[in-house]
């Protein structure tokens, strides 16, 4: 089954703890992306990918790194999180803008 | 800068049509798309528009004018399960590098 999958689904942390979120997606798509979602200001792109090795920043990179080692895997490392990261997470794949972008079940993340 | 428009919140009737709108002010376009999402889900793809004129694609028709930054989904038919929210996202900038609009919370009602 052709899925983008993100780990862990929920997490609950303090702030300064270092965390990753990972991403892996089964469909060999080139592109992926991370996003952040918060109420009333949508989804707003964190970091892009549209290679191994080829990342670059979306409108909100600030606080977020990411690397891109193997094409499946597009992980998301926050250093030093703070509570203004405190949102829901998706990561996204695809190969084609006509089909669009496959979106993970979401990562809800609380910093304290 | 850049600027994607869309209303919050609509209402409608099972078995009518419902137009949602979408203005946009970005620096270059490379496509435009539509994405519904269900309460706490992920969202899953609509549309995709790149030329001007009207794609249609079942119950769901997108239209896209490039010069006047304007697009809009049309929804034939409507079902409850339509009850979402519809995003709409700019591609622009470079390649996957998309502006999503704060989306339109669309509730079908019997």
């Known amino acids: 089954e052709a899925q983008v999958t993100q780990n862990p689904r929920y997490l609950i942390t303090v702030t300064g703890k270092k965390l990753t979120v990972t991403c892996s997606q089964n469909?060999?798509?080139?592109?992926m992306s991370w996003y952040r979602q918060d109420p009333g200001l949508g989804l707003r792109q964190i970091y892009y990918?549209?290679?191994?090795?080829?990342?670059d920043k979306g409108d909100v990179p600030e606080g977020y790194k990411v690397s891109r080692k193997e094409k499946r895997n597009f992980p998301l490392i926050l250093e030093s999180p703070s509570p203004n990261q405190t949102s829901l997470y998706f990561c996204?794949?695809?190969?084609?803008?006509?089909?669009?972008?496959?979106f993970g079940p979401g990562t809800r993340l609380t910093v304290t | 800068g850049q600027n994607i428009d869309q209303p919050t919140e609509m209402t409608a009737t099972e078995g009518a049509i419902v137009q949602i709108n979408c203005t946009y002010q970005?620096?270059?376009?490379?496509?435009l798309f539509w994405y519904q999402q269900h309460a706490g889900e992920a969202p899953t793809f609509l549309s995709y528009?790149?030329?001007?004129g009207l794609e249609e694609k079942g119950r769901f028709s997108s239209f896209l004018s490039r010069s006047k930054g304007y697009s809009y989904l049309l929804l034939k038919e409507l079902q409850m399960k339509d009850s979402a929210s519809y995003l709409c996202?700019?591609?622009?900038?470079?390649?996957?590098?998309?502006?999503f609009g704060a989306g339109t919370r669309l509730a079908v009602h019997p």
């Open positions: 990918s549209m290679n191994v090795e080829v990342t």
């Open positions: 970005t620096s270059g376009f490379n496509g």
């Open positions: 996204a794949s695809s190969s084609d803008r006509v089909v669009g972008q496959y």
């Open positions: 528009n790149v030329l001007d």
């Open positions: 996202a700019v591609e622009a900038g470079g390649y996957n590098k998309l502006i």
């Open positions: 469909m060999n798509h080139e592109y």
